[in-house]
Each structure stands twice: as C-alpha cells, then as structure tokens.
C-alpha cells in the first residue's frame, strides 16, 4: 500500500526524533559563527563543498538549514534560503536573474520597496524596469521586449489586493525566456503554492504569517535546486543578508502554528469584509474572497484559501477617517501584518474621487470583538 504524503499541517508540526541532539523536540540554536574541524583533510573536504557542508554561518547553519527545509517542502520547492528580511529576499532574487543592460517587467502594484529597489536603485546598473497592470494578459504580453529577462508578480498584492493569473504570465514569459519571480506573503505557503502554477522563484517576507508573533524579521527564497545553488554562491554568499540562528529558532517556533492561525485569520477576516460591505458609506471593499471582487473566480482557480489582510474606499473624508482611527481600541497604527495584533492604516483617495482609504489588518482577536470595535469607531464620527 503506497504511503500517503502527510499534509501541510503535519509536516510543519512533526519532526523525527533525533538522536543527534538526545531527542530535543524543538531543534537547538547553533549560536557559533563558525565550525571548526579535526585536522586539514577534513577542512580541505569541506572548503571543497561549502554548498552542502558547514564552515562559516555566512554559509550555512544547521538551525537556518533546518527552516529551509521545512519552507521548501510547504512550497513544494526542492530548495529554499532564509535572509535577514524580506527586502533582502527581493532584492538578492531579482539581482540573480538579471545583468547590465537587461529590462524587469514588474506589475503597478508591488510592494514599494521592491518597486523602488527596480526602478530606482537598478537604473545605475543600466537595468530598467517597466510596470504594467498585471490583471492584463493582453498588457504583460504587449510589455515583454526582448531583452526582458524577469517577470515579478505579487499576487494578490497586499495595497489593493489584485491578482494575476500566474500560470498565464508564466507562460508568456517563458515563451520570452524570462524567468517568473512572485511574491507569495499574502497567501502564504498554506493558500497558493505558485511554483506548482508555473513560476521559477517564489519569496516570502518571514515577517508576516509564518513567524506571526510580531518578533523577528526575515525573508526566504525558494524554487529549483540550480536557480537555488546559484543565489547561494552570489547573491547569498557574497551580499550576506543572511538569517541568524536566533531568528530562524523564533521563526520556526511560529511556523508550527501557522495552519491553525491562518484558518481564523481566513475566517476573521471574510466576516469583516463582509460587514464593511454592508456598510452604506463603504465603495467598496478590496478582499479576494469575496464574491464581489472583480477576480474572485481567479482567486478560486489559483488559490485554496484566504488571508487576512483587507482595504476599504469610503466616501467619508480623510480627516473624519484619521480620527475614526483613533478611536478604535483593538487596532494599532502599524505599516506591517501577519502578527497576531490587528492593524489600521489610513490613506487618502484618489484625488477625483476623494474620500479616504483604509487598509486593514485583521489579527486573532475574537472576531466580533473587532467587528463591534470598528463599528464603535464609525458611530463615534457620526458615520451612520
């Protein structure tokens, strides 16, 4: 009888018994910086193959190597490296893929940074970049020139939540023989694996869902094993935006929680978009789970679940909403998610149609808690 492959919960939650560190249930933290040997031959044998073998932390270390394994496994990648933070992850995948004279195609809606880090900081290397509305087939395909070398994607993007049909975009850059990096933090490994749809690289800001405790950063990169060795002998090796020990102990104890807190996170935050959707001064809602969102039969066919990050349009002004703000009580100001505290930021409207926007983090506090905290804010400002 052939035997089941375990599930995603499973393999996050149960490791072997090991030996090697007298039963340990958690894996020790290898606080040194570097591993010292018995005599020449050995380190000689070593220095030979410092891809697989322990030398230098800058290199590997067996507590960061042991979350790239359970990370490459959930993303059904045959490797995957941890850095220092998610901006290191983006940059060090982008900079393996493309060279002097090279064009990135990038969709509009990217996480700034990564935006800036392509078209800012990369125009000294004379590598440019060119942005396009990724919910166009038709409007990648028309961008591609033929010195594009990488397609980034972020799906769904974590401002205004549009998705892009990542199978498609990955063959119309293929076909162009660019590679496909996508940003995968809003989903997480547990909702959309996009190497399995098609793309080369996918990265994750650790930041966020899987260490979920608002207490260590860092980023990872995952994909095949020769797209994975050669970051480790450029980009990783020699930039050295490496993972400490310490970081990846803190990120793999919030990793063995990961399924059950993306469960309630999906189910909190589907409730609250759907109560700001039935609010009258709300325009909309920005959520892929919801059956209003413009791509909702996308998010179906590429994704099995949902996070919850969330924005909202309203026709309220901007200064009625920044003191609509201050009075909730059970979120924080904050530009980051993925923790278990909820969050709010507020953002003007475009200028044609004013009004404001909110972009909304919904934590692990009891969701009807949350909901009648918004609502008591909305009151508050005579929004009803």
């Not at 009888?1 to 340990?24: F, N």
Request: glycine share 8%; proline share 4%; charged share 20%.
């Amino acid at each position: 009888m052939k035997k089941e492959i375990p599930s995603k919960q499973t393999l996050i939650v149960h490791d072997v018994h090991d030996e090697r560190h007298h039963g340990a249930v958690t894996f020790p933290i290898y606080q040194n910086s570097l591993f010292t040997f018995p005599g020449m031959d050995e380190y000689e044998r070593a220095s030979a193959d410092h891809l697989n073998r322990h030398l230098y932390t800058r290199g590997n270390n067996p507590t960061v190597n042991e979350l790239e394994k359970k990370l490459a496994m959930l993303e059904g990648a045959e490797k995957a490296r941890c850095f220092a933070s998610g901006m290191a992850a983006i940059s060090a995948a982008i900079l393996s893929a493309v060279r002097s004279g090279d064009h990135i195609l990038c969709v509009d809606q990217a996480y700034g940074p990564a935006r800036a880090f392509m078209g800012t900081y990369l125009n000294k290397f004379q590598i440019e970049t060119s942005f396009v509305d990724g919910t166009s087939l038709d409007a990648v395909r028309a961008a591609i020139r033929p010195n594009t070398t990488l397609l980034y994607l972020e799906s769904p993007s974590s401002l205004f939540f549009q998705l892009q049909d990542i199978s498609a975009c990955a063959g119309i850059a293929h076909e162009a023989g660019a590679l496909v990096l996508i940003d995968n933090t809003w989903s997480t490994p547990m909702y959309q694996n996009p190497l399995a749809l098609g793309a080369d690289l996918v990265i994750h800001s650790i930041t966020k869902y899987i260490s979920g405790h608002s207490d260590a950063l860092g980023g990872f990169i995952a994909g095949k094993a020769d797209l994975m060795d050669r970051i480790f002998q450029n980009e990783f090796s020699l930039i050295g935006g490496i993972m400490t020990a310490q970081s990846a102990a803190l990120v793999m104890r919030g990793l063995r929680t990961l399924p059950v807190r993306m469960k309630q996170h999906q189910a909190s935050g589907l409730l609250i978009a759907q109560y700001l959707e039935g609010l009258p001064f709300i325009r909309r809602v920005l959520h892929p789970g919801l059956l209003s969102h413009p791509q909702h039969e996308l998010s179906q066919r590429q994704m099995s679940g949902f996070s919850s990050l969330l924005s909202f349009e309203t026709d309220i002004s901007l200064e009625r909403m920044k003191a609509w703000a201050g009075h909730l009580t059970l979120f924080r100001i904050g530009v980051s998610w993925g923790g278990y505290e909820s969050l709010a930021l507020v953002h003007a409207a475009s200028s044609q149609e004013g009004g404001s926007y909110v972009r909304l983090y919904i934590g692990l506090e009891e969701p009807e808690d949350i909901r009648a905290d918004l609502q008591a804010a909305f009151d508050a400002i005579g929004a009803t």
